[in-house]
């Protein structure tokens, strides 16, 4: 299985400053039709999960700008470029390359 | 509007059955594969299964095969996880969410399995 390894785990943030989170897989997310089918979820305190960014650096539909993506790959990175209070939550990488799917472990964003 | 509704979760003995539903509404529902994922309270996501659209390809995560079942009825919109000789450790909030890369959630099912 693609084991999917986030860092950090915890990620206290100022207002207004940027926060950053690295997403390392342990095989290449490159698929045969030469997608990388790396995803960014985002679940706030008591919701359900939410996807931001599809194939490495797509932001969905509704999804602030402040909000990108990067990598190649095995080594993915989601940037928020000012975090504001209603960032605060837990997020996700996801892999859809290979089966089974695989999560990371989730890294949470507090304020300081 | 994309909506995804799961229902059928509850409180069953180790070794019991659950079938839980997930009723989809606001895209074409026969064109889209669908993904159960759980959570187990205070932990991360889980993914469980993926079934194609036709229905014809499901996938399982180890953890899973053989005991838990994906499924679903394209006539009436609505995706399915049989779930048989469950164990304290499925014990979980079970979504479903449209599409193999999840681009939409619904709000969770609890499935509790204690004696």
């Known amino acids: 299985d693609v084991v999917m390894t986030q860092s950090p785990l915890s990620l206290p943030v100022t207002l207004g400053q940027p926060a950053s989170i690295s997403c390392r897989s342990s095989?290449?997310?490159?698929?045969?039709?030469?997608?990388?089918?790396l995803n960014w979820f985002q679940q706030r305190p008591g919701q359900s999960p939410r996807r931001l960014i599809y194939?490495?650096?797509n932001r969905d539909s509704g999804v602030p700008d402040r909000f990108s993506g990067s990598g190649s790959g095995t080594d993915f990175t989601l940037k928020i470029s000012r975090v504001e209070a209603e960032d605060v939550g837990v997020y996700y990488c996801m892999q859809a390359t290979h089966w089974p799917r695989t999560f990371g472990q989730g890294t949470k964003v507090e304020i300081k | 509007e994309v909506q995804l509704l799961e229902s059928g979760g509850g409180l069953v003995q180790p070794g019991g059955s659950l079938r839980l539903s997930c009723a989809a509404s606001?895209?074409?529902?026969?064109?889209?594969?669908m993904t159960w994922v759980r959570q187990a309270p205070g932990k991360g996501l889980e993914w469980v299964s993926t079934i194609s659209d036709t229905g014809s390809r499901t996938y399982y995560a180890d953890s899973v095969k053989g005991r838990l079942t994906i499924s679903r009825d394209n006539s009436r919109n609505t995706l399915y996880l049989q779930m048989n000789s469950l164990r304290p450790e499925d014990t979980a909030v079970y979504y479903c969410?449209?599409?193999?890369?999840?681009?939409?959630w619904g709000q969770g099912t609890l499935v509790t399995v204690s004696s």
């Open positions: 969410a449209r599409a193999g890369n999840c681009d939409y």
């Open positions: 095989q290449s997310l490159v698929s045969s039709d030469g997608n990388t089918y």
């Open positions: 606001g895209f074409t529902f026969s064109s889209a594969a």
């Open positions: 194939k490495v650096s």
